[in-house]
């Protein structure tokens, strides 16, 4: 559903997310599809062929606790590997020890997705959640064991709310 959401995007992708990763693949190995799967790729691809769009993409600016579990420099995969209408950056205004825990896109305020999911390592699955599921796999080609967690998809007005929510994320991260 955010692959197609996003393909038919006119005017802006806006991301929010505790952890995300521009390798993270959107599709299984073998899945249909003629655009790029690595998120990062993805972004990049769909602003280069719908001149106008722009896609903005906030992460938190982890604590080095996570700092092996996260991309190493995730501003190469979305920031300098993108074309600019791909905007990347790191929310640090946080109190010490505080994060934002966020997990939100929005498409052009019209569809919206809110839940537990970031679009990161180990996080795709199935709602089988089957061990050993071979498909299950890290950017890195490693395997990961099943993961479950919960995201809605809404439009109309709530979807416009979402989008209000992350582009004031955005200001207060000091980004615009």
Do not use: N
């Amino acid at each position: 559903a955010f692959i197609r959401a996003c393909e038919k995007a006119e005017r802006s992708i806006l991301i929010v997310g505790w952890d995300l990763d521009s390798r993270v693949q959107l599709r299984p190995a073998g899945g249909a599809g003629s655009m790029p799967t690595a998120l990062g790729d993805f972004l990049g691809a769909l602003v280069r062929r719908r001149p106008g769009l722009q896609a903005h993409v906030l992460g938190w600016d982890y604590s080095l606790l996570f700092a092996m579990e996260r991309e190493f420099m995730p501003s190469l995969g979305f920031g300098w590997r993108t074309p600019r209408a791909v905007h990347f950056a790191l929310d640090d205004h946080h109190p010490f020890g505080a994060s934002h825990h966020q997990k939100v896109v929005v498409v052009d305020d019209a569809v919206a997705f809110a839940g537990g999911i970031d679009l990161c390592s180990s996080r795709w699955d199935t709602p089988a959640h089957a061990p050993g599921d071979p498909r299950r796999l890290t950017p890195d080609g490693d395997p990961h064991g099943p993961f479950h967690d919960v995201q809605m998809v809404v439009d109309g007005e709530t979807a416009a709310a979402l989008g209000e929510l992350v582009r004031e994320h955005w200001r207060r991260s000091g980004r615009g």
